[in-house]
Nanobody, 119 residues
């Protein structure tokens, strides 16, 4: 059973920073593309950033230059460094990963971590 667990969310003032972590555990061969998504209150879930197994990254326009996605393959963990946070970044942040297991490739979601940007 593969699990994704996000951590690092919390309350931060505008202009502050947070680093989110997404850790995978269980029996699998490798982690392919990982994405961070967010769901602001009353809105649909939206893509924030992605990182491929080879380390290529992509960002939504609204976070480019402020957020950075990275991965530590040895720890099976992907990070989202968030800087210059704005109240509009308030949302539940989720990670999503495509993971290679013995029987094939499977898509997993974490449970989400709340990020609140407020003074």
């Amino acid at each position: 059973q593969v699990q994704l667990v996000e951590s690092g969310g919390g309350l931060v003032q505008p202009g502050g920073s947070l680093r989110l972590s997404c850790a995978a555990s269980g029996n699998f061969f490798s982690i392919n593309t990982v994405g961070w998504y967010r769901q602001p209150p009353g809105q649909l879930r939206e893509l924030v950033a992605t990182i491929t197994g080879g380390g290529s990254t992509n960002y939504a326009d609204f976070v480019r230059g402020r957020f950075a996605i990275s991965r530590d393959s040895a720890k099976n963990t992907v990070y989202l460094q968030m800087n210059s946070l704005d109240p509009e970044d308030t949302a539940v942040y989720y990670c999503n990963a495509l993971i290679k297991e013995l029987t094939g490739m499977y898509d997993y979601w974490g449970q989400g971590t709340q990020v609140t940007v407020s003074s």
